[in-house]
């Protein structure tokens, strides 16, 4: 066996410390490369939670912050509220409070005077009209005031005009928020009343009211208007509030009941009103404003017209009497007439009812025609029409 030479072994020998040397750093390299994740990870784990934790320290502070904003806009509501009740106890202590829920507005008012509310069909004007009126303790004046919306179709006064004398400016005051002069009504030298803007009515600043307001007496002005600063404080008390629909107790009567209790209903989704009708009756159409149903083979024709489809004329027919009713808990007015044969040959028979009436800020006219053919049985359909008007209900 041949021996290695020295210079064989050697070169030998110092080869295999190369050959083990990539093993090593690759070695070396992965441990460095997994303290690097384990650090990086631990880092941002580190980091992560520092930002969290600085997340929850923010959203503390900012809470803090607003329950600080919160308490002190409570307490200084609170204290605005405390400040103005006291103020307006001071200013009307022991006076009443009237409220208008249906027109929407409320006033106050010393507790000796009385307050009178019109709610009644004029007829000269033929509408409804609302308003109240507050007699002085003695009753020898009365402070008028009646409000609504620009679009209401109520009236505010049943006046048609006023006394005679000279018109003149007396100072301001403010009423709802609009600045109105005082004027007095002067004849001989007296003053005669004295109105709180315009001697009708007058347009609130915002456009959305009109109002009238005036201190007037009861019998013949002697001049002297002793409670005109009382008045002055009543009208400029007057504050809008939120409308709300009064609740109606139905007139219906048990045997009313009983009588209707096969009708079918009629549901006016646009004026939020409903009524009975005979099951027999035509179905009524799709026309929202004027509804109509015909019966008796279309001798007989029932309408009830919403809005503007209430202006409507008679001609063929003469009034034969008029009386003031209630519809729906509102005053109304309900008149009879019956065929002019003069202007209308042939009509003697023809029969019609009117029932008028305002109702949400909107009127309504329920018509109703039928033929005379006796007064048994005209006296059945005038109390099928008034069990009809009973039955009316608004939403």
Partial sequence: METPKNDEVKKASEAKPFKSKPIVIA????LIGIGVAFAGFYLWKMYSEKQ??????????????????????????QENANNESSSGENEYAGWETYYNYEVGY????????????????NEITDQ?????????????????????????????SNRTGIGAGDVKDNGNMTILGTNVSIKELVYKGKIQEIFFGALGSVNTKDGKYSFGSSLSPHGTSTGIFSDLDTAKKISE?????????????????????QTIKNWKTYKND??????????????????????????????????FRSGPATAIDYMGYKTDSKKNVQITCQNGKTTYLSGDPISNPGSDNDRMILSQFEKNGSPHLIMFTYKYVGASIS??????YNLILKSVEFN
């Fill in 52 to 77: 969290g934790e600085l997340k929850n320290l923010k959203e503390q502070v900012e809470n803090l912050k607003k329950g600080e904003e919160n308490t002190i806009n409570e307490e200084a509501v």
């Fill in 379 to 384: 006296s059945d359909m005038v109390e099928m």
């Fill in 270 to 303: 646009k004026y939020d009103y409903s009524f009975k009708y005979p099951k027999d009756w035509t179905a009524p159409d799709t026309d929202k404003n004027v509804v109509t149903l015909n019966g008796d083979g279309g001798d007989t024709i029932f309408q």
């Fill in 128 to 156: 409804a009209v609302k308003y109240i009126s507050i007699d002085t303790p003695d009753n020898k004046f009365f402070l008028y005031f009646g409000l609504k919306l620009k679009s209401d179709d109520f009236g505010i």
């Fill in 27 to 30: 070695v070396l390299g992965i």
């Fill in 106 to 121: 409320m006033l106050r008012y010393p507790a000796d005077w009385v307050v009178n509310e019109t709610d009644e069909w």
């Fill in 237 to 257: 008390s007057v504050k809008i509030i939120e409308r709300k629909k009064i609740s109606c107790v139905s007139s219906l009567s048990s045997a009313d009941k």
